[in-house]
């Protein structure tokens, strides 16, 4: 164990309790702090695995309330910290509620400083492997850079992505608005063999009906007015790497005859031109549309679809990747301090628990956009849940039975995730028999891991 894992903090006002105490672990990085705002200027000095911590502090030596106060931030701010609390003698009950809050284990007055040295001992190795554990997720499932998430819906993207990206097999990606589908994209790009060569991305419902074929193909000079000189197309742009046609739901009719060809023969040819020009370039199509009902309603020809759509891949969207929610929150708002210059750590109790319940029926775009808003906007060091303005997210929900089914799913989501897809830890998660777990997983249409038992 490395220095700054054996770093521990040790919260206590009683001078004479703290000499003790340092020389009952002289072995440790000891940092001591007599006072809840002190201890929390060392947590983030230190960054201390394990916390040792007296329940009556001052201004409150007399009681428990700043000591509870000083669990609950401490937490907020190093959630895998492990908070050891010092109790008074038969003190059960705040004992229960000190563990109920998030300590990790506690030891009561007077102190036997072996048993103390055990639990704290027992502490670090716990941190330890957890911190491990987390490595080896994470190098499992974050290969892709740019995409953070754990969930089962992730995992099974992750793994069709991995399968496909080395390949040249023309990829779409299918998703609502905000799930990610260009950082897909991309992360499919640099695990090709193609990596070395352009990205190159088009929009094809942001830009006009007349302009698009010339984006696409390129053009002569003279091909029409204001084409003032040869210009090579998006295609062109992307010999020896990957293009990205984004929105392809929203393509002219009159100009997928065209892509069709290209998707054929591999050739281009330039608005005013004549030679057919060979290039080499990797396809990935992305959509929010049904094509399938676009192929019905005439919009969308049938012939493009089966050649765009080698291999489709879902993107899931926010709401059906429980678990990933808070990371998510978290990484963005790193980012928007970093990149606002704001001192902003993280999210109050109340706001991590309205992220995680809200719709965000804007995805991951609208979830970044309003964590960078209100890195913006905040006062202190954590976000409150009233900065971050999450009343107009998708609007109120007054179906009860929807709530209710919806609260229901996101739950076990969350527990399939925590668990590794465990079923006995999955029902004891949640609380119930592993045959109710089956019927709620069959009623939610959720997937039963392979590694269940």
Known sequence: MNQKQRCLLIVEDDAGLQRQLRWSFEDYDVVMAGDRPTA??????????????????????????????????????????????????????NAVKAIGCGAYDFCSKPLELEVLRLIVDRAF????LEAENRK????????????????????????????????????????????????????????????????????????PETLLEAELFGHEKGAYTGAHKQTKGKIELAVNGTLLLDEIGDMPFSLQA????????????????????????????????????????GRFREDLFYRVSEVTIRLPPLRERAGDIAPLARHFLEQAASRHGRAVRG?????LKAIEACPWRGNVRELENAVNSA???????????????????????????????????RAIQLALTRSGGNLSQVAGLLGISRPTLYDLLDKHGLKKPAEAE
């Open 40 to 93: 929390l200027a060392l947590l983030r000095r230190h960054e201390p695995a394990v916390v040792l911590q007296d329940l009556g502090l001052p201004p409150d030596a007399t009681g428990t309330a700043e000591g509870f106060a000083t669990i609950a931030e401490i937490l907020q701010e190093a959630p895998h910290t492990k908070i050891v609390v010092v109790t008074g003698n038969g003190d059960r009950d």
């Open 375 to 409: 890195v913006i906007m905040a006062n202190g060091k954590q976000i409150e849940l009233e900065e971050l303005h999450l009343g107009a997210a998708g609007g109120d929900i007054l179906d009860l039975r929807q709530v209710r089914n919806d609260a229901e799913k």
């Open 258 to 297: 065209k892509l069709l060809r290209f998707l054929e023969e591999r050739v281009v040819e330039r608005v005013g031109g004549r030679e057919p020009i060979p290039v080499d370039v990797r396809i990935i199509c992305a959509t929010h549309q049904d094509l399938p009902a676009l192929i019905s309603a």
């Open 136 to 207: 080896l997720r994470s190098r499992s499932t974050t290969t892709l850079d740019g995409i953070i998430g754990s969930s089962e819906a992730m995992l099974a993207a992750y793994r069709l992505i991995e399968k496909v990206s080395p390949s040249n097999a023309t990829v779409l990606l299918l998703g609502e608005t905000g799930t990610g589908k260009e950082v897909f994209a991309r992360a499919v790009h640099r695990l090709s063999t193609r990596s070395d060569g352009p990205f190159v991305a088009i929009n094809c419902a942001a830009i």
């Open 125 to 128: 190795r716990v941190h330890e």
């Open 347 to 351: 999210f109050t109790a109340k706001a």
